[in-house]
């Protein structure tokens, strides 16, 4: 199956520094991506979709100049927590639209996700 | 806002029992899929079901859709321990975004 490769799968630092997680679709490429969040026990909330050769499409409430994603190439997607802060603490996983069949199917293929912990 | 809704929240149940899911969904959709994530894991695509699919069967699980009642229910049928983990469903939206459900969250006991 797809794999899409996500780092790091965990990172600590200190409040104020900012964090680059990595994504990446090993065997496919991929126009689309998304980042997601993940509190403990809830689901997932999208956060924005990333589309390689342009601007990123931020979901409502979600800062963009805090959460910086860059889709440079088919194959790479990063999301940089800038200035992280203790509430930016979070499950992040990344995910990669895969085309499936004829019908362009929605099936994504997600990263093992990054566990960010900000003191 | 969540597309899905899955209920119940929480199940637990005897390893060899079977487990049953539910969502309901507000959009008209083309196709629902469900996914399982096991703990501080990525999510795993489980099945996908068409919109003019009624059932739809892959090993021990056991999907059906009504889109007249927008819900969909998993089943999966004598459990195991190594089923244990969160199961959402999720509808694409326009711009093939993935809406995803609260999800439940299945304890099999061994």
């Known amino acids: 199956g797809a794999v899409v490769s996500q780092h790091p799968s965990r990172v600590i630092c200190k409040s104020g520094t900012s964090v680059k997680i990595e994504c990446r679709s090993l065997?496919?490429?991929?126009?689309?991506m998304f980042w997601y969040r993940q509190f403990p026990k809830q689901s997932l909330m999208l956060m924005a979709t990333?589309?390689?050769?342009?601007?990123?499409?931020?979901e409502q409430g979600v800062e963009k100049d805090k959460f910086l994603i860059n889709h440079a190439s088919l194959t790479l997607s990063t999301l940089t927590v800038t200035s992280a802060h203790p509430e930016d603490s979070s499950f992040y996983i990344c995910s990669a639209r895969r085309l499936a069949g004829t019908r362009q199917e929605n099936i994504q293929y997600f990263g093992a996700g990054t566990r960010l912990s900000v003191l | 806002s969540q597309q899905g809704e899955e209920d119940p929240q929480a199940l637990s149940i005897q390893e060899g029992e079977n487990a049953t899911m539910n969502c309901s969904y507000k959009?008209?959709?083309?196709?629902l899929q469900w996914y399982r994530q096991n703990s501080g894991r990525g999510l795993v695509h489980l099945i996908l079901i068409r919109s003019n699919e009624r059932e739809k069967h892959s090993g021990r699980l056991r999907v059906t859709l009504d889109t007249s009642k927008k819900s969909s229910s998993l089943l999966i049928t004598a459990s195991r321990a190594a089923d244990t983990a969160s199961y959402f469903c999720?509808?694409?939206?326009?711009?093939?975004?993935?809406?995803f459900g609260a999800g439940t969250r299945l304890f099999v006991k061994a």
């Open positions: 999720a509808t694409p939206l326009e711009g093939f975004k993935t809406i």
């Open positions: 990333s589309n390689e050769g342009s601007k990123a499409t931020y």
């Open positions: 959009t008209s959709i083309n196709n």
């Open positions: 065997d496919f490429q991929a126009t689309t």
